[in-house]
């Protein structure tokens, strides 16, 4: 990729049509030996995307192209669960799970969406490159998949509604709010007094169009790469919980690689990792004034309010009991004291 299209990705997002994936990676020397698929469900125009494909490419440049990486984005193969369930199954070999998408397999992998806990990214990467996500990635071992050690980013969490701006947890009383398919987004959204309902991301615009749900909650990048601004009227700056993607590999599959082959795959996706962190904090640093112009009404919020609600609720000390002691001892000690 020119540096001139990178630019591009921080000034505004590209449209590229999933198929100009396959185009777009280099002729492979001679034909692949390793196929590896990577389903994700991301617009191709996202960050995520535009360094995945810049990873397929440098895989097979530097494996002379032995190895391929398919990437196969937006859902192609299905929402959350089910490329969740591929890529246990082996039915493809790469999956960006989710953190709260994932917990449904390992449950610790939602500690980093506990409500209201990281104030940067500073804390985030802090926990998530260091004891925390150590612990995360062991328990995906346990199940069968391989992790690499970088995160990709999603980013903070924000939430979007049709009838009205969220300023304070009184605002979502009864609010009919999309939240991914996990027991942490219900539990966080029934704390603060709102009526949640988990759907699989392939379906949340429908559902926001038709009224099914008034909101929902997600990064800046993804209410802009998905045109949630087509269906939603506000957006309000919570910052509520920090997501990002565990890059999943099959475990069966992993195992097969040579290792020499595992060294060039593990390089490229932790190192195009942290270049879409970077592209994604940028990137989110323009959203605000794009969305705006696209019809979104903006406002910002106080993290206090919501923490004390949750506190009130016995929220933190309900997920305390179930990751534990240590997990949240090592949470805390990033991110300062919760319960």
């Known amino acids: 990729m020119t540096a001139t299209t990178r630019r591009h990705v921080l000034k505004g997002l590209l449209l590229v049509p999933a198929a100009g994936f396959a185009a777009g990676l280099p002729r492979p020397a001679r034909a692949a030996e390793i196929t590896l698929k990577f389903g994700n469900n991301l617009p191709a125009s996202h960050p995520l995307n535009i360094r995945a494909a810049e990873a397929a490419e440098r895989i ?56 209201f806990a990281f104030a940067n990214y500073d804390q ?17 071992a346990k199940v069968g998949l391989h992790t690499f050690e970088k995160m990709w980013d999603n980013g903070f969490r924000q939430i979007t509604t049709s009838n009205r701006a969220i300023a304070a947890p009184a605002d979502l009383a009864r609010l009919k709010i999309r939240v991914p398919v996990s027991p942490m987004g219900i539990a966080l959204f029934q704390a603060l007094g709102a009526s949640p309902t988990s759907l699989q991301f392939s379906e949340v615009y429908s559902a926001l169009q038709t ?26 700056l919570t910052n509520h919980s920090w997501d990002g993607y565990h890059m999943v590999f099959n475990g069966r599959s992993w195992r097969n690689l040579p290792d020499a082959d595992k060294a060039i795959v593990s390089r490229a996706f932790n190192e195009a990792g942290l270049q879409q962190r970077a592209d994604l904090r940028k990137l989110n640093e323009t959203l605000r004034a794009q969305l705006t112009a696209k ?22 000390q309900e997920w305390q009991g179930r990751f534990g002691n240590e997990a949240w001892s090592v949470l805390e000690g990033t991110v300062g004291r919760l319960a």
């Open 60 to 115: 097979a440049r530097e494996t002379d192209g032995r190895v391929k990486v398919d990437i196969f984005p937006n859902n192609q193969l299905g929402g959350d669960t089910d490329m969740l369930s591929q890529v246990r199954s082996g039915g493809i070999d790469i999956f960006n799970a989710g953190t709260l998408v994932i917990a449904t397999l390992a449950p610790i992998s939602a500690i980093t969406g506990v409500g």
């Open 124 to 140: 985030v990467w802090s926990a998530v490159d260091g004891p925390l996500g150590n612990l995360i990635r062991a328990a995906f």
């Open 295 to 316: 019809g979104l009404a903006f406002n910002e919020t106080q993290p206090e309010g919501f923490q004390a609600k949750l506190r009130e609720a016995g929220f933190y």
């Open 211 to 236: 009224k099914v749900v008034d909101a929902q909650e997600n990064p800046l990048a993804i209410v802009e790469t998905a045109k949630l601004y087509e269906v939603q009227k506000f957006c309000s």
